[in-house]
């Protein structure tokens, strides 16, 4: 009796709650553990800036570079900003493996979340923790003068983009890292998928300059869309595409990346 | 194998490093499925209602399941939030297993800076919070000194007094699952080798101690067995506990 008491309960909206609850409480513990460690956001700052600052200040005048545009730093930010956020995430893997190598990862497949709660969550804190170093890199935008179009609708807009991309990676660093399951592998890998991800996109040249099969593979990265709708909303740059097929392709991304990882995700522990 | 457990009982699941233990546990706990057979946990059977069992259960693995970036407060109100337990009644919970197992010295600590027995007690309280009937704990007190071991356990004996959980335990310490436990299961190369309570099995095998109980049912003794990944777990447990 006790037994079809729960289940029938369980069919209507408690997965819902347990998905948003279990999200929730990721993402808090997220919050806490940049509060407790701030520097982290601090010293992975490092090495967006010196993108931004020695090679787009070298490549300052070049107009093919920036498509067009007059300033190849201001062109460069937002997909320095994206690249700063793709690292981010794909550690996200070894943090899985780290847990699983721990206890964390049992513990939390032994919990009422559902998995793809468990997933969206750890995809959550990735995009928390990709939106306090956008914030920074920002503040060095903003206090350095690069030419940004200081909107609150656009900013706002490219950080939307610029998390639910960054979720996207996460989940799809926990595929990896379900996948090949030992630390040493997966910096291996790590490299593998994100080095190929950054060069086949927009990020640092438009599309317009790559040779066709680049071009061709970049249209299938999600990285160029997330980029692309940044570069529209934060530097009113047109490039052909549209805003809503940016974020569309985006949220499909991460929909599919996190139902792949949430079926791959529990075969991690063993 | 077959086994069962009575409400409120204390059991352990005794055998030597890669005897199937954990394997147990991960299939009780709807961890892995298993691949022949099958169990049931408070009447909900382990395949189909996994979410049902996973609701009453609290469960420590082996390895250490606490966050170290977060304090042990913080730690209590995740688990708190990850298992069900009801908004208003997070805080009086986490209060009461504070009490209960006695964490109030190193609550705001960050988890990575405390001891082996502090972690522990904090992993079963977390583990308390909604009220489990029944507590998985895997070798719980694997590379703790004297002092903390007991203090786990007298711990656990409070809780299943006051609450009746059932606790099933996973150990390679035959003292240990001889005072502690009520009845024992011996397992060895994924088999059942024996069980009973400790006074029966050592009267069924005519031996003094559950240690001679072990090589009486195998015909090896406990130390033989495990893997690398064994050892290197539990090696890098304890170094971190210690």
Known sequence: ??????????????????????????????????????????????????????????????????????????????????????????????????????????????????????????????????????????????????????????????????????????????????????????????????????????????????????????????????VHGMRQLLLGIHTGGTLWVDFLFVAAFLAVAAAVAAKTYPRAIL | MTFSVAAGESFGLLGPNGAGKTTTIRVLTTLLRPTDGGASVDGHDVVREGLAIRRILGYIPQAISIDGALTARENLEFYARVTDVPRAERRERIERAVGVMGLDSFLDRLGRTLSGGMLRRLEIATALLNRPRILFLDEPTVGLDPTARRLVWERLEELREEAGTTLFVTTHQMEEAERQCDRIAIMDLGRLAAQGTPAELCEEFEVDTLDDVFTAATGRTIEEGGSFRDARRSRRLSRRLG
């Open chain 1, 1 to 226: 009796m006790h037994a079809e008491a729960v289940v029938s309960r369980a069919g209507s909206a408690e997965p819902l709650r347990r998905i948003v609850g279990g999200i929730g409480a990721m993402g808090w513990a997220e919050i806490r553990k940049l509060r407790h460690d701030n520097v982290d956001i601090l010293t992975r700052s490092v090495q967006p800036l010196l993108w931004l600052f020695i090679f787009g200040t070298a490549l300052r005048r070049n107009r093919a570079l920036a498509g067009g545009f007059h300033d190849y730093r201001a062109y460069l930010a937002p997909g320095i900003m994206a690249q700063a956020a793709l690292f981010i995430a794909i550690f996200f893997g070894l943090a899985v493996i780290w847990e699983r190598d721990v206890g964390q990862l049992q513990r939390l497949l032994a919990t009422p979340l559902p998995r793809v709660a468990i997933v969206l969550g750890k995809a959550g804190g990735a995009g928390i923790r990709a939106l306090a170093q956008s914030v920074v890199l920002l503040i060095v935008l903003a206090a350095t003068g690069i030419s940004i179009k200081w909107t609150v609708g656009g900013v706002a807009g490219a950080l939307v983009l610029l998390v639910f991309a960054t979720g996207g990676f996460a989940c799809l660093s926990m595929i990896l890292a379900s996948l090949v399951r030992t630390r040493e592998r997966f910096m291996g890998i790590g490299q593998m998928v994100m080095m190929p991800l950054f060069f086949a996109s927009s990020a640092l040249y438009p599309l317009s300059i790559m040779p066709k099969w680049l071009r061709v593979l970049a249209h299938g990265n999600p990285l160029t869309y997330e």
